[in-house]
């Protein structure tokens, strides 16, 4: 079986119940950015040295198969859909990693590779959440899945603050020093 199916080739794609529809569809668009997250927590991975981390990680990259897969299916017949305990468990995990960080302000993102490949990762999980708002605005679209998503942004943050303590670089915003070129 080839990968290369030409269904596309007029602007469509098929969703898991192979309904056609337009790649540009918000429904598209929003699994569509999950997508990309999911490559980018690929890439981060590479560069995590803490086991339990990537461990994390991977266990997101399936959840987030499970995210795209009911997204794909407008009609509610997916058969795996993410259920509130798996909210509960990515909330507990962020609130855990607060204790570790015990953040005093604002941070200033990327003050290591690892946690640079992260902060990219919540950026693309919040535009991901965007799409699924205006996707919610249009379609029905499960409140567990609108949860998950919604964490997935602070798991990331917190994550990357996490690597931070651990390789002890952790950067806050400094006040600002008035040096715009007064004379």
């Keep these: 079986?080839?990968?290369t199916t030409k269904g596309g080739d007029?602007?469509?794609?098929?969703?898991y119940t192979g309904e056609r529809v337009s790649k540009s569809d918000l429904r598209v668009d929003a699994y569509g950015s999950l997508d990309e997250l999911d490559a980018f927590i690929g890439e981060a991975k590479h560069y995590i040295k803490d086991a339990e981390l990537k461990g994390l990680l991977l266990e997101t990259q399936n959840r987030l198969y499970r995210v795209m897969g009911e997204l794909a299916t407008p009609d509610g017949s997916y058969p795996m859909p993410l259920c509130e305990e798996e909210v509960g468990e990515i909330t507990r995990t962020i609130h855990r990693f607060e204790q570790q960080v015990d953040l005093k302000g604002f941070v200033i993102p990327g003050s290591c590779i690892a946690s640079a490949r992260l902060d990219i990762c919540r950026t693309v999980a919040r535009r991901g959440e965007r799409r699924l708002i205006a996707l919610a605005q249009q379609a029905e679209v499960s409140p567990i899945l609108m949860k998950y998503v919604n964490r997935l942004s602070d798991f990331f943050f917190i994550?990357?603050?996490v690597v931070e303590v651990q390789e002890g670089v952790l950067t806050y915003k400094t006040k600002?020093?008035?040096d715009c070129g007064e004379q």
């Design 10 to 15: 007029k602007g469509t794609t098929s969703l």
């Design 1 to 3: 079986m080839s990968i």
């Design 176 to 178: 600002p020093t008035g």
């Design 159 to 161: 994550m990357a603050r």
